[in-house]
């Protein structure tokens, strides 16, 4: 088997762009604390391909792959890669510029769309494959795991209560928030015949919001310092990735919500990625020199991708989270609304008022709204169970209400743009949010990489790997590579979501939206242990964007 890496700049910096994380409009970039990167690893075996990137943005977006692709295709003059074979996943760094989707509801804090972005990062992305696949060598590769240990203060669980409600965890006391994650450490170890370190992918779950919504530079975070950290002691390409940290936060949080973190006392709040990236590095460091853990993979890969509509997945029973035992259309909740501890959003008393005015409206609806209006929201009610629905992504609609020309401007800034949007006719047709998401499925030896499109919580992951590795043939372990390919919110358990904390509010497709994914990558596996030829594709395939629409709502200023 062969590698290639490379290692190309993605920052995107102008005074007053709006970054992607917080859904936050007043959080624009002033500065740049240290540059973005897009980490490419090539494989070859035989006249086979698979590419790897390891992005420092928020997420890969369904457009900005598709976008690659096309690089891709106009450069090679043939389709060398395809969905099946290239993987681009983000590191969740939530102080990189946004914009870069084609659906509107994540582009909202950003005043739209926003076209140089979106051609900074799809062209350093298509660069770096490029060159990879220029600069293929023989090489073995190897896997390696290890534990951090428990006083490393590294990620700390911050939906502590949600996670207890788990039917399959240990219950855990508020200052144990540090053993509700997943604390072990996996990489992808390649080497050339010489033992020599050709490259490194690096998985670890933890958010990299070690910067909060008031800082304003342009920054990789946690992870990115890990990578140049590495980089610059083995002189190698090094991509520091996203597992499963839906609910894992680098902030101690106690019962009260206060933060409480590691770096509490420091001067300046950029030191903070700078130390939690130093934990991931000393760890990872420490695996490459003592070999922990490692074993070797076998030099054979296989890949395979498939689009699925989760707002309508019949799920398999053994999986099904209650009697309707299917997924509804796209909704978030109240709890979305008020944010987490790594970042307010409607909180204190705009919290309460929210919340009066979502219960109000629905009291009003169900008594006084039309037949059809009722029996929608029982649908609603039926599918999406304890959440309280303020805006319904699929359907277009706020407190169930579609036309958005009715909301008073000034309320908030990022409001006042889905009022602007809707006005110039650019949200019809379309949902705000993608309801048709790619899973991705990818097997390196006896090791599968379960490629998701969002956030999945701890448990959630450990659900997830373990369905798809008793079905996988040949398969020694599973991990997961969260943000992968496009964005669409959290996937938690179904006795999480039922606590409507902000993972479960932002958990789009209702309680059984693990079971779904469960189902959905059953259909992986089962086509992953076909041979290429008898392999069937589902026909689904995303919304196309018409140019017209996606002009309405471009923010022409980046």
Same mark, same amino acid.
């Given at each position: ?163 207890? &409600?788990?039917?399959?965890? !240990?219950?855990?006391? #508020?200052? %144990?928030?540090? =053993? /509700? ?6 990489? @992808? ?79 300046? &709040?950029?030191?903070?990625? !700078?130390?939690?990236? #130093?934990? %991931?590095?000393? =760890? /990872? ?6 070999? @922990? ?266």
């Amino acid at each position: 088997m062969q590698l290639g890496t490379s290692k190309q700049k993605m920052t995107y910096f102008k005074p007053g762009v709006g970054m992607f994380g917080y859904g936050k409009y007043e959080h624009q970039a002033k500065g740049v604390q240290a540059d973005l990167y897009a980490r490419a690893f090539v494989l070859k075996n035989k006249d086979q391909y698979l590419a790897i990137v390891s992005a420092e943005f928020l997420s890969c977006t369904i457009s900005i792959k598709q976008e690659v692709l096309k690089n891709l295709k106009a450069h090679f003059n043939k389709p060398i890669f395809t969905q099946h074979n290239l993987n681009i996943h983000g590191n969740h760094t939530h102080s990189a510029a946004g914009g870069y989707a084609h659906y509107p509801f994540y582009n909202f804090s950003t005043s739209g769309f926003c076209p140089s972005v979106f051609k900074t990062y799809s062209q350093a992305i298509t660069k770096s494959i490029i060159e990879a696949f220029n600069e293929v060598e023989d090489i073995k590769v190897t896997s390696q795991k290890s534990e951090f240990d428990q006083s490393v203060p590294v990620a700390f669980n911050r939906a502590l209560k949600a996670y207890n &409600a788990n039917k399959d965890v !240990k219950q855990l006391a #508020a200052d %144990q928030e540090h =053993l /509700a994650i997943n604390r072990t450490m996996q990489q @992808l170890v390649f080497k050339d015949g010489q033992n020599k370190l050709k490259g490194l992918l690096n998985f670890f779950g933890v958010h990299t919001t070690c910067l909060g919504n008031d800082q304003y530079k342009i920054s990789p975070d946690s992870k990115g310092f890990a990578a140049v950290q590495i980089e610059e002691k083995y002189g190698v390409v090094a991509g520091f990735s996203q597992s499963a940290c839906g609910d894992v936060s680098p902030h101690f949080s106690n019962q009260n919500n206060q933060l409480k973190t590691p770096f509490s006392e420091l001067n300046d &709040a950029y030191d903070k990625p !700078k130390i939690n990236g #130093a934990y %991931q590095f000393e =760890l /990872a460091s420490k695996m490459l020199q003592g070999n @922990l853990n490692e074993r070797s993979l076998k030099a054979s890969f296989d890949c395979y991708t498939q689009f699925f509509d989760l707002t309508n997945i019949k799920i398999d029973e053994k999986y099904k989270a209650d009697s309707t035992a299917q997924t509804y259309s796209a909704a978030l909740g109240l709890s979305f609304f008020k944010g987490t501890n790594d970042g307010r959003g409607a909180d204190g008393i705009i919290g309460i008022l929210l919340g009066f005015l979502v219960t109000v409206v629905h009291f009003l609806q169900s008594i006084f709204g039309s037949d059809q209006l009722k029996e929608e929201t029982q649908d609603l009610k039926k599918h999406h169970t304890s959440k309280n629905i303020v805006m319904q992504t699929s359907q277009r609609k706020v407190l169930g209400a579609q036309n958005f020309g009715r909301i008073p401007k000034g309320l908030d800034k990022m409001v006042d743009v889905m009022i602007d949007h809707y006005k110039n006719g650019s949200l019809k047709d379309y949902p705000l949010t993608p309801d048709v998401l790619p899973m991705q499925l990818i097997k390196i030896g006896d090791l599968a990489l379960a490629c998701l499109p969002g956030e999945i919580t701890i448990t959630a992951a450990k659900r997830l790997k373990a369905s798809i590795q008793s079905k996988l043939n040949d398969c020694n372990e599973v991990w997961v590579i969260s943000y992968s390919n496009a964005y669409s919110g959290y996937v938690t358990t179904p006795e999480e979501y039922r606590q409507q904390t902000y993972e479960g509010g932002h958990t789009l497709f209702g309680e059984n939206t693990l079971g779904a994914y469960q189902t959905c990558f059953d259909y992986l596996v089962k086509q992953l242990n076909l041979p290429p030829e008898e392999r069937v594709e589902n026909g689904v395939h995303p919304p196309v964007f018409d140019a017209e629409v996606i002009a309405k709502r471009t923010n022409s200023n980046f």
